[in-house]
């Protein structure tokens, strides 16, 4: 039973460009959600996709945008990137806005 | 003020010792409490996962929430050097609402030495 995947799983971006994240939920997971973890921070929730909307948004400005599609699997898009987006960028999935939360090993982002 | 605090570490324990970690949370309207384990360059995973007030057991782990202290805890018995990782505390208000968002601590990382 394959679990959360998310790729790539490190990324080295410049300032500026525009970045992709793709993330697959846990088999029979319809939620994801996105989370951005800074070093030594604990996640930071980003926003929640279901039945292919977002659902909710944390405090993150809008250029990070995110979609969800037919069979579930996401994206993360974040464009215009700032020094300050370096970090480990998390999907998890559940069942329904229910349920526990299923983590993935995350993409390490670096933009210099 | 952060909504859920949690001492950073490094907390640094001999093998077999008991562990005890905890947060503290400044919004009462939260109800559902978890502990997540992160090994380094890993995703968190759930260990423990618990609805209001009181105990809950599983294997070496305990977990303790008190709503009136706004206070839960974390307890690990005869901890193994594998359980060497970052321990994140998680809240959430409610699944399925308004606010269906976990908010997470710092994270403390602990060692546990042979």
């Known amino acids: 039973d394959a679990g959360v995947t998310q790729s790539p799983t490190h990324l080295i971006k410049t300032r500026g460009q525009q970045v992709t994240l793709r993330c697959s939920p846990k088999s029979g997971h319809d939620t994801v959600s996105w989370y951005q973890q800074a070093l030594g921070q604990g996640p930071q929730f980003i926003f929640q996709y279901y039945e292919e909307e977002e659902r909710q948004r944390g405090n993150f400005p809008d250029r990070f945008s995110g979609h969800q599609f037919p069979n579930y699997s996401s994206e993360l898009n974040v464009n215009a990137l700032l020094l300050g987006d370096s970090a480990l960028y998390l999907c998890?999935?559940?069942?329904?806005?229910?349920?526990?939360?299923?983590f993935g090993n995350g993409t390490r982002l670096t933009v210099t | 003020q952060k909504e859920v605090e949690q001492d950073p570490g490094p907390l640094s324990v001999p093998e077999g010792a008991i562990v005890s970690l905890n947060c503290t949370y400044s919004n009462s309207a939260f109800q559902y409490f978890m502990w997540y384990r992160q090994y380094s360059r890993k995703g968190p995973e759930l260990l423990m996962y618990t609805y209001s007030s009181g105990n809950k057991e599983d294997g070496r782990f305990t977990a303790q929430v008190d709503k009136s202290s706004k206070y839960i805890s974390l307890f690990i018995r005869d901890s193994q050097p594998s359980d060497s990782a970052t321990y994140l505390c998680a809240m959430i208000v409610n699944y399925g609402g308004a606010t269906n968002k976990l908010i997470f601590g710092t994270g403390t990382l602990l060692a546990v030495q042979p």
């Open positions: 998890a999935s559940s069942l329904g806005q229910g349920s526990p939360l299923h």
